[in-house]
């Protein structure tokens, strides 16, 4: 099973200011990563598939990138609805497997 | 627009079957290349995948559900189903289902459904 490691667990952010998100694979991958971001009470929503394409209607100030099995997905300026949680997610093999997701929040 | 919407108990007594079922509108489970998921998360907690269905019928589990979990389809009724047996207070989670696209992701989500496992 492929283990992904998201880090850090939180990230304080003050409205306007970048985020950097990691997520890291316990084996290769082939690209084939997503993003999700979830708000309280809602579904997570899919923002960037095969590491870096951003899904129908993201902004973007969402982009994602990749170097071997590291990922990051970088928020350029938050804006107020940004905070949420994120959780990265491999589709290579299965079983499918998430992150345990980084919680952005206000600074 | 592809809608999904699960349906099923809010209540299971331990050691009963989970029984829920996803509808769809705007779409269908015949679909090419499209897997259709649960995933589920306890309050509080992360996501974490249940299992899949293929078009084709081909299903996917998680391996550490595997011997408690099927899922299955009907493409005329445009729906597919869980069921999770022997259930634990440990099930409790709020159960989604998706559509994932190959090469793309879960793109299309229901809204969820919350389990309660208890007697």
Redesign the interface.
């Known amino acids: 099973e492929t283990v992904m490691t998201q880090s850090p667990a939180t990230l304080s952010v003050s409205p306007g200011e970048g985020a950097t998100l990691s997520c890291r694979a316990s084996q290769s991958i082939n690209s084939y990563l997503a993003w999700y971001q979830q708000k309280p009470g809602q579904a997570p929503r899919l923002l960037i598939y095969g590491a870096s394409t951003r899904a129908t209607g993201v902004p973007a100030r969402f982009s994602g990138s990749e170097s071997g099995t590291e990922f990051t997905l970088t928020i350029s300026s938050l804006q107020s609805e940004d905070f949420a949680v994120y959780y990265c997610q491999q589709y290579n093999e299965w079983p499918w497997t998430f992150g345990q997701g980084t919680t952005v929040e206000i600074k | 627009q592809l809608q999904l919407q699960e349906s099923g108990p809010g209540l299971v007594k331990p050691s009963e079957t989970l029984s829920l079922t996803c509808s769809l509108s705007g779409g269908s489970i015949g679909s090419t290349s499209d897997y259709w ?1 649960w995933i589920r998360q306890p309050p509080g907690k ?4 249940i ?2 269905i293929f078009y084709s019928g081909s299903t ?5 559900l595997k011997s408690r979990v099927t899922i299955s389809g009907d493409t005329s009724k445009k729906r597919f189903s869980l069921k999770l047996s022997s259930v634990t207070a440990a099930d409790t989670a709020m159960y ?1 289902c ?1 559509r ?1 696209v190959y ?5 299309h ?4 459904v919350l389990v309660t496992v208890s007697s």
């Open positions: 998921a992360g996501l974490e995948w299992g899949a996917f589990y998680n391996p550490s989604y998706a994932h090469g793309i992701g879960l793109d989500w229901g809204q969820g």
